[in-house]
């Protein structure tokens, strides 16, 4: 064993000058509040509820938004007010949204931590620099960096065990900024205050860590060194846009998907090859981009970036609303001179009074007012100039000083920032107006190419030795991570300011939509007016019915520009055009609730209004459970799931726990014994001893007896929840955490109300556990001596309400409980067998080193966790070594079906059932010869010219597959110019849209098909007959019960099918029965290799997918062993074999591993290099940063996600003190480097 | 997701030769445009077949991925009734003509 590297002030003293990169770096601390936003974010959410849309009888509208006109800004002023506080109460300024603004609080954060933050500061925005001499003078100013100073010497000490910790401390000071009214200069309220405090806590830790062998002494003059130079900024933000910063469900998963390859390589080739084929482009582009060619047929040219990004990002845009701001654009671009408002100096009062009510104005000036809330916008051709300016007449790149460079690096930042959002949100960030229309496409790509041209040098010259030198390059720094920053602060910017237009647009809206309400008004009086006013309403309902729609209007309207449809397009229940049918304005704009809500926004009686009587109120819709925003994003069983009772099978019968069964009129099925099922015919004819799967479904036997006697039956399948997997396990608290956290709930703990603050001074508050006779924890809470009532904590009424909870946590986790709820009484139990209970001793007490609070629970935290404010806590006994016997409910997915059944066609004539739902198990229809109908539209001529062109290449399937304008009409042409069978490799496509035509050629060979074709899906190419010796395999293991054995068994193999885990568990007890049961890593390798072998050996797909999954189970399973075998006396021999390694890997020089682990120890370097590359091994391949940067940046993310629990030391127990200093060590280095150089 | 495809590559190095037009750029710069419009056609692709995914097949779609089945996306993507070849197609077409003025 090496000697550990000596400790001592010897090397305590080389903390100065060699390590300029992380000595020197200053510490900069972002206070920053977005309190004033929460004013407009209330108008906003107020506005949008008084603009939902009114229904019933023309006259009854008319009549209630006559009333709602004139008492508009009542309602609007109460509604702003529940809007308000919703907003603090959850204290989220996305609430109304349904979604969380920690995006912005971190955009915010690095704005003002930004070396421009000050530069970068919006109008009506603050910045004050909390240690610059004039504020230094404040004792307001003093106070906060004193405190900020103080929480830094504890973050140093080790105070805080992770960040949860420490933003708690967080949220206690600023209570106490708030409470001594000495916050409002620098910070408002504080109530929103984006920060970077634990983030700065963290680096400073790793800037002490960072220097071996400093005495306590050392370590403090240095971290006093550190805090002294820190700086502490304090403001007041304003945020971005509120509709892109979102990273949504849908951008989350998009990030995946870029990731793994799930398209088909041959799929790709067959939609590339025929996109050669100008007939076949020009069909699909009459369907794809029709939207967008009518549009500009208006506007002369299209000018989105990606055109059908237009629709396909409308997604996340309120699209019918900024359709006409989008046509503005368009207009500028096709070189149409903007409009101008008119002089309204020179025009009559008449004409003046009109125009005040909203009359009067022409089609010109509302342009005008809309060009005014366009995006700020950048010509192509000067972003290039400027691109261009970087090089000299020669093509060098011509940059000589750091200005230079960051003048470049704020160039490309800012160019691809415009180019990412225009991208995402289709907004117009970027023009082609200085140049001619037909001219943009070039320039497009000119852009493109010289900001790939720009890219290249200057990562080519970052990395040049002799420009370092001369640019102040420092060597670490790096052109992605350099251009990367530049670039987050550029869309930060630009967020911003879309923001400001979007409510200036807004602003605009709600003006028309009181311009309409008067002109609504009018029409009450007389005919005349309304008639009037139809123009402007027409105009005005076209933006307020995108303003008030969510996503559904985008998706909707995909669905219908697209011109395809598909099985899961939203109804267009909003349409797109004005109804021409009523003849009258759809006066949705003029703003009122529909009905009674829940903001409870009732016209008051004292204004005396007849307004609202039920019989004229549009009924209120009531909230369908799980339409909200879903509460289960995170977690790993989907709660929206359904249970076998819930599978939506209309009138169908139940044949099983899983299954269901549509059946023709007069027939009936019945569960018989032996899992099997009997149909009855209405002429009492029996079809028994119908064998249902061991997962409830029908076998293939059952299915083939039904064919043989004519019923035709299809299968239409839903994943399910299934009955949890639960198995038992000894684990750390840590484990208990990792198991249960998907359970637990996340606690904001806003107020503290036990402990010994200035404030409260209170104690009155205790709980008792004891242990029933059932064996459930009771938790009583109680007030102590006369204090009742002192703290004005109403604890019994908020017990009724249901608001009194106990929350159990454990220590290092306690941002993460498990909830339970007090009753009227004051007591709350923890059921016996409960996974909370195990935490518990036989007296009650928590034996565990955690948490017991009793909590009032202040509503919901936009990160969907619970806002509390803690009455009393508890503290468990243990020291967080303790074992826990923990209880494991492991969630599942099953398969449900729906089975439709038709009966024999001489049986009952027409008595088949609804649409047989389709099937990937029953082949396609093969494709009807019929030739092209009469009266074939111009589109669907021009579909056909495509059609023949992909069939004379053979490219049947394609054409059907590619057009986009070629729907059910096309695809049955295209089948029949190819010849066909309809056989291609999109057949399955077919199959699942339903569209096959009649005709069908249900052959017996159909019969043969078994459930594992289903999986094969058309990738395959079509359906796959099994050999019966395949066939007998997958049923004596579908008819196998699924068996456990131990130490092998975790939560992941519930989320494999279950043929995969009872294969896997095949594997495992045959090479338990060749090595023996001791060495479960050999077993495991031993059984992946039998499943390798297998795959090797099968002849069909359904067999090679089997052992494939079982590969995947299996790897889990080795994963599992391997990790148990890694502890106890394991880890000292694999610390052991430390001694024999060097920690020379090349991927130490990664982020600055090398550089932060070089002041340790040999032991500590080489467990670096060891840990860090077990992490790259687990994360699997590094994406290039060329082709896929955000991969790349996510890859470094999970590497250290992964560090930080391999380098825990709690994951070998059986450690020496001295090997757990080199965890230890080894955890600061990667603190280090991830703090700063892994991003966030 | 497109990475390893050579029909994309060969797609995306098609639109760059129509607008280059035999114009030789160096090689490193075209890597990195042919990297950039791969990554945006494909981001283009993902995001047309979200867009026809509800919530729950979203998160449905999220739990293969997750899970490492990844060869069966596509089949789930077709069962939910969405014509791959058709999206894919609409948007290649997309993007093509967004840089070639189709």
Known sequence: MAETAPRGPEHGSTMTAERPTVEDKKLRVILASLDQNVESFAREAAHEKLDKKNEGPIWKRIAKNAWNGLT??????KATQEARKEI??????????????????????????????????????????????????????????????????RAARGEFVDDASLEIEVDRLRESWHDAGISQEYVGEGQFLANNVARSCRELEGMINSVEGLSALDREALAEKHIAEMEVIAGEARVGSRAEMDSTLSEKIAEKL????????????RVASILTNEAVVAAMMSGAIYAAKRGASLAGKIIAPGIGAGVVAAIRQRNALKSERALESRRADAGKEAAEAPDVASMGTGRKLLRKVGLGKSKEEYRAELNATEYESRPAGELLGEIGGLYTDEGELNIKTPDDLQRALTLLGQTRARIQIGDRTDARLINFADISPEEMETRRFDLDLAMAKLEDDMDKLMKNPVAQAMLDIKPDANFEASYDEQRAIAEGMLMGEMQQQDQLFNKLLRKRAFDAAWKGTLFGMGLGA??????????????????????????????????????????????????????????????????????????????????????????????????????????????????????????????????????????????????????????????????????????????????????????????????????????????????????????????????????????????????????????????????????????????????????????????????????????????????????????????????????????????????IAVLATAVGNGNGNESIQDTIQAPTLQTAHVYTVQAPAHTTP??????????????????????????????????????????TLGLAGAATGGGVVVNRYVRRRAAAAAGGTGETGTGASDNTTGEGTPGGNETGDDNDKNKADTDTGDATGGPETMSPEDQKYLDELDAEKLDTVTGYDFAEYARMG??????????????????????????????????????????STPMTELFKNTMDVLQKSAERVERDATKGPKANKYLNDLDSETADFPFMSDKGLRFNADSYSPEVQKLVARIYKAAQDEAGPRPDVNTDPDGYNAWYKDVFRRVQRIAHPDQYPDLTDEQKDWFTGAQQVFSTVRSRYVRR | MLQGSEAAAKFIDTLIDAKLKGTEIDSDVRARLHGDLLTRLEDQ??????????????????????????????????????????????AMVEFQAAYLGA
Do not use: C
């Open chain 1, 1058 to 1099: 279950d043929r995969e885990r009872k294969q896997a568990m095949r594997f495992i007890n045959q090479a338990i029965g060749e090595l023996g049961p001791d060495d479960k890593v050999k077993v495991v390798e031993r059984a992946q290799q039998l499943a390798q072998e297998a795959q090797s050996k099968a002849t």
């Open chain 1, 530 to 867: 309304a008639a009037a006013a139809w123009e402007a309403a027409q105009e005005a309902y076209q933006h307020l019915r995108g303003s008030i729609s969510g996503e559904d209007i985008s998706l909707s309207s995909y669905a219908t520009t697209d011109g395809g449809g598909t099985a899961t397009a939203t109804p267009d229940h909003l349409g797109t055009e004005m109804p021409d049918h009523l003849g009258t304005p759809e006066p949705d704009h003029l703003g009122t609730p529909s009905g009674p809500d829940h903001l409870g926004t009732q016209t008051p009686d004292h204004l005396g209004t007849p307004t609202e009587p039920d019989h004229l109120g549009t009924p209120t819709t009531p909230v369908q459970p799980g339409t909200g925003t879903p509460d289960h994003l995170g977690t790993q069983m989907p709660d929206h799931l359904g249970t076998p009772e819930h599978i939506d099978a209309g009138d169908s019968e139940p044949i099983s726990d899983t299954s269901k069964m549509n059946l023709p009129e007069g027939y009936k099925v019945e569960q018989g014994g032996n899992n099997t099922v009997t149909i009855t015919g209405p002429d009492g004819k029996e079809y028994s001893d119908l064998s249902l799967n061991p997962d409830g479904s029908l076998s293939d036997n059952a299915l083939q007896t039904l064919k043989s006697h004519g019923f035709s039956v299809s299968d239409h399948q839903e994943v399910i929840q299934g009955k949890p997997v639960i198995s038992h396990e000894t684990v750390s608290p840590n484990q208990f955490y990792e198991n249960h956290k998907d359970s637990m709930t996340t606690i904001h703990r806003t107020k503290w109300i036990d402990g010994d603050t200035a404030r409260t001074g209170l104690h009155e508050f205790t709980m008792r556990n004891h242990v029933d006779a059932n064996g459930n924890v009771i938790i009583s809470l109680s007030q102590d001596g006369s204090l009742h009532g002192a703290s004005g904590v109403n604890w019994q009424g908020a017990a009724q309400q249901h608001n009194l909870e106990a929350y159990v946590t454990l220590r290092g986790s306690q941002l993460h409980g498990l909830k339970f709820e007090f009753g009227p009484d004051g007591t709350a139990t923890i059921p016996n067998g409960s996974e909370a209970r195990a935490l518990f001793d036989a007296n009650g007490q928590m034996k565990v080193d955690g948490f017991v609070e009793a909590a009032l629970n202040g509503g919901k935290a936009p990160d969907g966790g619970e806002n």
């Open chain 1, 88 to 153: 603090l109460e959850n204290d989220n300024l996305l609430h109304h949204q349904g979604k969380s603004d920690e995006n912005w609080r971190e955009a915010t954060t690095m704005r003002y931590s930004s070396e421009y933050g000050e530069q970068l500061i919006h109008e009506g925005e603050t910045f004050h620099k909390l240690n610059s001499p004039e504020a230094e003078a404040d004792p307001n100013a003093q106070r906060i960096t004193s405190d900020i100073q103080d929480l830094h010497r």
């Open chain 1, 258 to 269: 870029r990731n793994v390859p799930f398209l088909s390589e041959d799929r790709m080739s």
């Open chain 2, 45 to 90: 692709i993902i995001r047309a077949i979200l867009s026809l995914l509800n919530q729950q097949q979203q998160l449905e779609l999220e739990h293969l991925v997750d899970t490492n089945q990844v060869s069966k996306i596509e089949e789930y993507l077709i069962n939910q009734g969405i014509d791959l070849n058709r999206v894919l197609a609409g």
């Open chain 1, 72 to 77: 508009r800004e009542y309602q609007l002023v």
């Open chain 1, 910 to 951: 027409g008595a088949g059932l609804t649409a047989p739902v389709s099937h990937p198990s029953v082949p396609a229809t093969p494709a009807s010869h019929t030739p092209s109908p009469p009266g074939v539209s111009k589109a669907e001529g021009l579909a056909d010219a495509a059609i023949g062109a992909a069939a």
